[in-house]
């Protein structure tokens, strides 16, 4: 009978003991992995949108909005998720002219800038893609390629100062932005304008006059 005790208490203790042995290993792992914090949280959560978002990336032009200063950060972007970027330029035909009518100023302007968007994402051998488009609707015209193009998003620049009195956001952006179906990004550009781009870049990049 002693020998059988002895024995229970034996099996008893090795069960407390893998017990509190157990209770200690996850306290201890508790400390040592504490829970991601709010912050770490939000920006997993942006992370993952981020990828989801740049998978089909529009750069948008027209004579009234000025997206140079944001093909570097499409780019770079598009870099890192191996996206395609599509360079699109908009020029808005008056009703006093035919649809398809011949205009060669504004032609001459777009194949300036889609070329300029077209060399920076070569040298960063990024895909890219231009377009240029005559339309009734500057919004209407990119709004139809998003839906065509299945866009994750839009990137627009800010209008052109000394056309619309120096204001970083014109009609046709916020119009664009209320009725697109994805995100939109409106880049504004600073005060030197030059955040993003290289020197190399800004050489061959000329502004639309």
């Given at each position: 009978m002693i020998a059988w005790g002895a024995a229970h208490i034996s099996v008893a203790g090795i069960?407390?003991?893998?017990?509190?042995?157990?209770?200690?290993?996850?306290?201890?792992?508790?400390?040592?992995?504490?829970?991601a914090s709010y912050v770490q949280k939000i920006a997993k959560k942006a992370e993952t949108?981020?990828?989801?978002?740049?998978?089909?990336?529009i750069v948008a032009f027209s004579p009234e909005i000025d997206s140079s200063h944001m093909v570097a950060l499409a780019v770079k972007l598009a870099?890192?998720?191996?996206?395609?970027?599509?360079?699109?330029?908009?020029?808005?035909?008056?009703?006093?002219?035919?649809?398809d009518a011949t205009m060669p100023a504004e032609?001459?302007?777009?194949?300036?800038?889609l070329g300029a968007a077209e060399t920076i994402a070569n040298k960063n051998n990024v895909a890219i893609r231009t377009e240029t488009i005559k339309t009734r609707s500057t919004k209407q015209a990119v709004l139809d390629v998003a839906k065509r193009e299945q866009a994750n998003l839009i990137m627009l620049g800010s209008f052109r100062e000394g056309k619309y009195t120096g204001a970083p956001l014109s009609r046709i952006i916020e119009e664009i932005t209320a009725d697109?179906?994805?995100?939109?990004?409106?880049?504004v550009e600073g005060k030197h304008g030059t955040l993003l781009l290289s020197d190399e870049s800004v050489q061959s990049n000329p502004q639309p006059v």
């Open positions: 069960l407390a003991a893998i017990i509190i042995a157990g209770s200690v290993g996850s306290t201890l792992y508790w400390m040592l992995t504490p829970p949108e981020l990828a989801e978002m740049v998978g089909s990336l870099r890192g998720e191996k996206s395609e970027v599509l360079a699109l330029y908009i020029i808005e035909v008056p009703y006093t002219l035919p649809p032609e001459r302007i777009a194949l300036d800038v697109a179906k994805c995100d939109v990004l409106i880049g």
